[in-house]
Structures are given as C-alpha cells and as structure tokens.
C-alpha cells in the first residue's frame, strides 16, 4: 500500500512523499518492481502526482517515492503535464 503525506511546500510547489507500506519484503518488492514494466511505474506514479495536484490548485507537486529507507525517484505534475524519473530504483534494484 502507498500512503502519501504532504511534508512541505516552497512557493507555488507542494512537496509529498509516496512511501510503499504493505506488507511484502524488501526482496518480494524488488521482485514485484522487476516485474512490472517501467512505463507502467511511470504512468501510475505520474498519475498519483497528477491527482495530488487537484487537490492542491495553483501549485505544482513534487512527490517522491520509496519503499521504506530506499528511494525509488519522483514524479512531477504541473498545469496538466506530468513527468518522472525512477534512476534511483535502478541504483538498487538492479
């Protein structure tokens, strides 16, 4: 399960973090991660931002993603655009 927390904002962006909390292991997770195609990570993650935006009109968001005290990367959405970058999640995953 992913819980998102809103932690800060800096002038018109809002920071949150998407912090993976079910119950796999860090082993099944980095299974289930291998599994999945990468722009299916991307599109879920930039959607995830994208309603987070919604909720915070005028602001462009921010949030990061980990699986506990392991960063995976982000993901961004601004006015209808989204963008993401998971090179982090390469550095240990792989």
Do not use: H
Not at 1 to 22: C, H, L, Q, R, W
């Amino acid at each position: 399960m992913v819980t998102e927390t809103p932690v800060t904002n800096y002038g018109t962006e809002k920071i949150f973090n998407a912090d993976y909390s079910g119950s796999m292991s860090k082993a099944e997770f980095i299974a289930w991660w291998k599994s999945m195609d990468l722009s299916t990570i991307r599109a879920e993650c930039e959607k995830m931002a994208a309603e987070a935006q919604e909720l915070v009109p005028g602001y462009s968001v921010t949030m990061y993603f980990s699986c506990g005290s392991l960063p995976l990367g982000n993901a961004n959405a601004m006015n209808g655009y989204t963008i993401s970058n998971f090179d982090l999640a390469r550095a240990w995953i792989e």
